[in-house]
């Protein structure tokens, strides 16, 4: 499913015509609240991993040296794939012993924010739904108290859809 796709399955389930005029009232709004949903999965349930060469002078590298938005730094391996020891603290990646040279990070990563029309979640389209869902409720809770009773429906199916991905605990953060 598309960015566009998503929009329109969560205007049809806020009872909303999916059309031009009203995507493009709501275009701001949903894609915010989409990609909070998405990243929220991604940061708790849909992990991705990535390995890359990251350049460490005395020792220290930049975190923001890394192609991907690091989370999470796993292992550091020289070029025969042996694990260096390692610790990250604020901004820097530190090694032990200092060197210089080319190292292979490992690192878990948020992926990009969905902003373009046809742009796609890295997420399998059963997935996806959870995303319009997700949003579905975040657009109906600006509404009165019918919208917000409607909303919650899409909060719970989103709730269980996210608890059958797997067995890390959920959590919704109020918003409101």
Known sequence: ???IDIMKLTLSQMGEDPGAG???EFRTLLTAYINEAYQAICRDKKQKYHEE???FSDGRAQVDGLSKDAIRILEIKDENGCK???QVAADQ???SPAAD???IAAYLYLPERLASDKDEPDLP???CYLLADYAAYRGLGLGGKDRQKRGEFFLMRYLSGLNALGSRQSQITNKF
């Open 1 to 3: 499913m598309t960015l």
């Open 22 to 24: 009203e995507i493009s």
């Open 53 to 55: 060469l990251i350049t």
């Open 84 to 86: 260096i020891p390692f």
């Open 93 to 95: 990646i530190f090694i």
């Open 101 to 103: 040279g080319a190292y």
């Open 125 to 127: 389209e059963r997935e």
